[in-house]
């Protein structure tokens, strides 16, 4: 096992070029429970944690560009207000010391169905920044995740950042688990209103081979929220809207059964979540 | 002023502890010290056809690799029976099984090394589920068959009517111990052909007897020091890696550390057995118990360890702390290739806690009467006849103790309107209140109350006739000019306390104000096992037999010199007079001498089940508890806060109160973990979630407050009167809380863990 | 390859490192600083918590080599805080296995939040497992080192 520690961006990027195969190591809370428990054994570690412009933060063309180091606890307290359902999602995230590590694009670089940052992510249309020797690009979130713990990211490739506007309406995230802290998604649900545009962005977690945008459901309830001139009444949701959105939610989900619940309770649990979500979202707007 | 009985007393580990200077068995080092790793076995079930560790031997840094050839002694061993392979040999019977054993410089040398240890397997069909393990057409898995044992228990009339009949089918999980101290110690060659062991166990001299067996060695040379123990639980009663680190370090020539992770933990130890316990209750009219009906099959897992006892426990507590004067129960424990079940906090009262309670509340539903006063009804009480006909002495204060649950006060709703949880209130939610916690699922949606009830029971130290006791060498002497009591057990600190019991015990028996408890090992005889809550009775009636011994000899001493026949008596260094008044400090009565006893103590003996009948004076003590569970369910997701728990348990006598309470929250936590989070998922005998990702254990989150209420009422038989304490916090708790569960959502809920999706779809 | 960092104040140095060894495991076996638990090595448990620069973090999840040239604080390194004393006074220490890793949590909270409620300090001590005392007397320890 050979372990690079490279002390600069530019550094990182040639290292990757050079080593397309190195397993790159952040917060570590993926990487070195594979490494402990001998699940795995990369050939190169990459350590991305010396890399000082993965740890910052700034806007770029009207929105926030995140480096892919900063980490949910810093989430949490610099971007809690502008970010709110990311600063949900981010407070389900492990334990405070988890949150002190964890970063999400470490979530994004393990790209799994249960990463909690990657609802709120697709529903608020974010994009990733994927950076290599020869030049960067940014992917939309709801495109670059392809397969379980697959995404579109090459070889000689690493996340730099993610980029999210601030919220342009209430948001919220919710999450299923069979205890009351510290656990992985049975699974998840965000959404984000944007009054402006208005428009009803969604995301699934834990209940597909990727994290899933419920799209059919979106439009359901823009239609419904359109339909009813909603948006400028403020009056509330009729209840078969709102289950019919929630039904939507749980169609778009493709779950499994495995160790942490049924298929069929992730998608009963989903519509529930759905629809709670939607409701504590209106509620915010309508205020 | 020496520690005393009833004190709460600080723990004298304590500050070790919490500076992390206290070194646990997965702490040791040694210099030149080898790491051990284990090859296991990935099929449940499979012959071994070969075994080529020609590769591995060649590794760098590996010193050797082993296999049951290199096993000098007997091959088998097991705690009831030996029926459990070293190392596999012939036959693998469980996932996970050990097969091979590879020492290395470096442990990841080891697990690379155990990588390139090539078995060759024909696999085989496993059984998996319990009930297919009894077919007449399975095949054999162990030479006397798959029943390990059968216990009936035949109490009155088995052809007995009722006017009112309810039945039930229940299910428990396997439950895992989950200490957080791995499995692990230091196995040192003393270069004369024999081994010490640095070891955290909760039975020193059992591993030492069956090490001995293993190795092929005498007992002398097989020597054991109790290393830390982080915690135990029944996890540590059978050999893990005891065996193995001896075996390397034999062959070595080196110190041998085995440390297991975590997942290897999960194959390490034997589990709670995972039932289906099937019941029949009927009553009179006014909610008398007529009869009692069940069987209870447990999995037992690929060897037998300690299932022999918990079925016996099982069936002898199948009706709960009630009377009920005709009872037919089956009990029976199957071998399966499933992993191991044996011992655990609570050892087959548990299971059927779940289901005698949860049918209680079944027969109250269907009398229409209150399931407390249902409960109250039967109650046994002092002088009541067990189903195993063994009249219950000392107190049973069955009644008091639902009386006194019931009449708590029962936590308020808190204020964020619930089942609204919207508007401007919203933000003032505190989430950690709420089933899903921070997860953020409800704020208030969908959320109901419950509140349910259970009471259980079970045996305190070893039944059945087997040979209970312990033993304790205490010594006065004085050191720098002060009387210095050490106390010599070799009783396992597992956590629960017992370093502070014997030195409070010590204390108060001598009244010398510095007492030492030594490290427990095999220089001095057996203390039993730290189970079956039976340490504080036995080793700390062992140690106030041996400090009484002492301190008559101190009093003899000091009559003979100070030539006088008045009555005397030790307190605070001195022997002083009726009056208090010193009459001579131990100090100066001792000077050079120095007074030492050791002691065995044997409580009253007790006698095998009747084969047929399971008539017996089988039980030495029982204890009993109540608990009383206020949970809210989110009925939309299934997801339970437990909003709190409540208990009263009789101790007998508080010895150290501030540790009963500890033994009553932390008993407590794991009963909840069992009813609503905690389980082994076996699919076709592979553990599916050995990890602490997925095997999910209770948080603080998880936790709720306990409110307790602890009676001392006083055993007669027994040391101070005091009652095991560690276990019924255990049995009670997960009942009570499904019995909320129910309450909360109306769904019969008959299988524990309880999972979202039982309470849902 | 070599770690070199500064742990407990002092300047440390491992050499011919296995580079898949955990920051637990080098605090451990090649500093001899076993106060830090190995109880899960996967981050669930908080056993093994640690400050990594002054941020409190799960030593199991952070690579040796992450290490290099970091201030590490251990609970060998916080003797004679009033937190370790509480949790002897409270009865909050049972085994203990889990206790290092509580205290250098609780530690991080106080010094966050002087005065916790119930509430706070549950949330600040979700990831740290207790298997033997049901985290009441826990609760009861924070409150006393925060008096």
New interface residues.
């Given amino acids: 096992m050979e372990f690079h520690q490279p002390g600069s961006w530019s550094e990182a990027l040639q290292i990757k070029a050079a080593h397309p195969e190195a397993t790159p190591i952040a917060g570590g809370t993926d990487v070195m429970v594979e490494i402990n428990l001998d699940h795995r054994r990369p050939s190169e570690i990459i350590d991305l944690t010396r890399v000082r412009e993965l740890t910052e933060w700034g806007m770029d063309d009207g929105m926030l560009r995140i480096g892919a180091g900063v980490t949910y606890t810093r989430l949490i307290d610099e971007l809690g207000d502008r970010l709110p359902g990311l600063a949900i999602a981010s407070r389900t995230v492990g334990s405070p010391q988890i949150r002190n590590r964890g970063t999400v694009g470490g979530n994004l670089g393990t790209a799994s169905p249960a990463g909690d940052a990657h609802p709120p992510l697709l529903a608020a249309d974010a994009l990733v920044e994927l950076a290599s020797t020869s030049g960067s690009r940014r992917v939309p979130v709801r495109e670059f995740f392809t397969g379980p713990k697959r995404s579109a990211m090459r070889g000689d490739e690493l996340i730099a950042a993610f980029l999210i506007e601030s919220a342009q309406g209430p948001q919220q995230f919710s999450k299923v688990g069979t205890r009351n802290a510290m656990v992985i998604a049975v699974c998840s649900f965000a959404i984000a209103l944007d009054g402006g545009r208005r428009r009803v962005g969604t995301g699934i977690g834990s209940a597909g081979p990727t994290p899933i945008r419920a799209t059919e459901a979106e439009e359901f309830m823009q239609g419904v929220l359109e339909d009813e001139n909603l948006w400028d009444r403020q009056t509330e949701v009729g209840d078969s809207a709102l289950t019919r959105f929630g039904e939507l939610v749980a169609l778009a989900a493709r779950p499994i059964d495995d160790v942490r619940g049924t298929a069929a309770y992730r998608r009963h649990a989903l519509a529930v979540l759905a629809r709670r979500c939607f409701t504590w979202a209106w509620d915010e707007f309508r205020r | 002023m020496s520690p005393r009985v009833g004190e709460s007393v600080r723990r004298p580990d304590g500050l070790l502890k919490v500076h992390g200077h206290f070194p646990y068995s997965s702490d040791l080092h040694e210099e030149g010290m080898l790491w051990g790793a284990t090859v296991r076995s990935p099929h449940p079930h499979a012959r071994i056809l070969s075994i080529d560790a020609a590769e591995a031997r060649a590794m760098q840094g590996v010193h050797a690799v082993l296999t049951h050839e290199d096993v000098p002694g007997q091959m088998l061993h097991g705690l009831e029976i030996h029926d459990q392979p070293v190392l596999a040999f012939e036959h693998v019977r469980y996932w996970g099984e050990a097969v091979a054993l590879v020492a290395a410089d470096h442990p990841e040398q080891a697990r690379r090394a155990a990588e390139k240890v090539r078995v060759e397997y024909q696999v085989l069909v496993p059984i998996t589920e319990a009930e297919k393990a009894l077919a007449p057409d399975a095949p054999r898995l162990h030479p006397g068959g798959n029943v390990t044992r059968h216990v009936k228990i035949r109490h009155g009339d088995p052809n007995a009517r009722a006017d009112v009949v309810v039945t039930g089918e229940y299910e428990i999980g396997m439950q895992d111990q989950a200490p957080l101290g791995p499995e692990s110690g230091l196995a040192i060659p003393d270069g004369e052909g024999g081994v010490d062991l640095y070891i955290a166990t909760q039975w020193l001299h059992i591993d030492q007897e069956q090490l001995a067996s293993v190795l092929g060695l005498p007992a002398e040379k097989v020597r054991l020091t109790m290393a830390g123990i982080g915690g135990a639980f029944g996890a540590r009663e059978d050999l893990s890696m005891q065996a193995h680190a001896c075996l390397l370090a034999l062959k070595t020539g080196r110190p041998v550390k085995i440390s297991y992770s975590r997942p290897e933990s999960f194959v390490g130890h034997v589990h709670r057995h995972p039932g289906r316990l099937t019941y029949e209750h009927g009553a009179d009219r006014d909610g008398k118990l007529a009869y009692v009906r069940a069987r209870i099959l447990l999995d037992g897992g690929a060897y037998a360890s300690s299932s022999t006892a918990v079925i016996a426990n099982a069936s002898c507590f199948a009706v709960g702390p009630y009377e009920c004067s005709n009872a037919t129960i089956d009990g029976i424990v199957v071998y399966t290739n499933n992993p191991p079940c044996g011992a655990m906090r609570g050892f087959g009262s548990v299971q059927n806690c779940y289901a005698h309670e949860a049918q209680m509340d079944k027969l109250a539903a269907a009398l229409s009467m209150d399931p407390v006063d249902l409960r109250i009804r039967n109650a046994m009480k002092t002088g009541s006849r067990m189903i195993t006909g063994q009249v219950i002495e000392g107190p049973a204060p069955v009644a008091e103790l639902l009386q006194r649950v019931r009449a708590m006060p029962v936590p308020s709703i808190p204020s964020p309107h619930r089942g609204e949880g919207q508007g401007e209130g919203r933000r003032q939610v505190d989430l950690t209140s709420l089933p899903g916690g921070v997860s953020n699922t409800t704020h208030g949606e969908g959320v109901k109350r419950g509140i349910g009830f259970a009471v259980g029971f079970k045996n305190i130290g070893y039944s059945e006739g087997f040979n209970d006791y312990s033993t304790a060498r205490v010594r006065l002497s004085v050191v720098d000019g002060n009387p210095r009591v050490e106390v010599h057990t070799a009783g396992a600190e597992v956590g629960q306390g017992l370093v502070t019991v014997q030195a409070q015990i010590a204390g108060t028996e001598l009244g010398v104000n510095d007492v030492v408890v030594l490290n427990a090992d095999t220089h001095v005889g057996s203390a039993g096992s730290s189970s079956a809550s039976r340490q504080t009775y036995i080793t700390g009636g062992a140690v106030k037999s041996a400090s009484e011994a002492v301190c008559k000899r101190v009093l003899d001493l000091a009559r003979s010199e100070l030539h006088t026949e008045r009555e005397l008596r030790v307190e605070n260094d001195a022997v002083r007079g009726t009056d208090g008044k010193e009459v001579v400090s131990l100090a100066t009565l001792l000077g050079d001498a120095v007074i030492e006893e050791t002691r065995e103590f044997h409580p009253r003996r007790t006698h095998p089940l009747d084969p047929e009948t399971g008539q017996s004076d089988a039980h030495m003590q029982y204890a009993f508890a109540a608990h009383r569970a206020v949970v809210d369910v989110d009925t939309e997701l299934g997801l339970v806060k437990v909003i709190e728990l409540a208990t009263a348990q009789d101790v007998g006598k508080a010895i150290n109160p501030i540790a009963v309470e500890g033994q009553l929250e932390g008993g407590a936590a794991q009963g909840l973990g069992l009813a609503v989070m905690e389980e082994i998922q076996l699919k076709d005998g592979v553990i599916r979630n050995a990890s602490f990702t997925d095997y999910l254990l209770p948080t603080i989150l998880d936790m709720p407050p306990v409110r307790k209420d602890i009676l001392e009422l006083g055993d007669p038989h027994s040391p101070y009167g005091l009652k095991g304490v560690g276990e019924p916090p255990t049995i009670s708790s997960g009942p009570a809380i499904v019995a909320a569960i129910r309450a909360a959502t109306g769904r019969p809920v008959t299988r524990v863990p309880v999972r979202p999706h039982d309470l849902t779809l | 390859?070599n770690i070199r960092c500064t742990v407990n104040g002092e300047a440390r140095e491992a050499r011919d490192v296995?580079?898949?060894e955990?920051l637990l495991y080098v605090l451990?076996?090649r500093f001899?600083?076993?106060?830090?638990?190995?109880?899960?090595?996967?981050?669930?448990?908080?056993?093994c918590?640690v400050y990594l620069d002054g941020?409190?973090?799960?030593s199991?999840?952070?690579?040796g080599?992450?290490a290099?040239g970091r201030e590490v604080v251990?609970?060998?390194g916080l003797?004679g805080d009033k937190?370790?004393?509480a949790?002897?006074?409270a009865?909050a220490?049972?085994?203990?296995?889990?206790?290092?890793g509580l205290?250098v949590?609780t530690h991080?909270l106080l010094r966050r939040v002087p005065h916790p409620t119930d509430?706070q300090?549950?949330?600040?001590?979700?990831?740290?497992?207790?298997?033997?005392?049901?985290?009441?007397?826990?609760?009861d320890a924070v409150h006393m080192a925060a008096r």
């Fill in positions: 390859m296995w580079a898949g955990s451990r076996e001899g600083l076993y106060g830090s638990k190995n109880a899960c090595e996967q981050g669930e448990c908080g056993s918590s941020a409190l973090v799960c199991c999840l952070v690579l080599g992450q290099n251990t609970i060998e003797h937190v370790q004393q949790f002897v006074e009865g220490v049972q085994c203990g296995f889990c206790t290092p205290i949590a991080d509430a300090i549950r949330e600040a001590l979700s990831g740290n497992i207790c298997r033997c005392t049901g985290y009441a007397k826990i609760i």
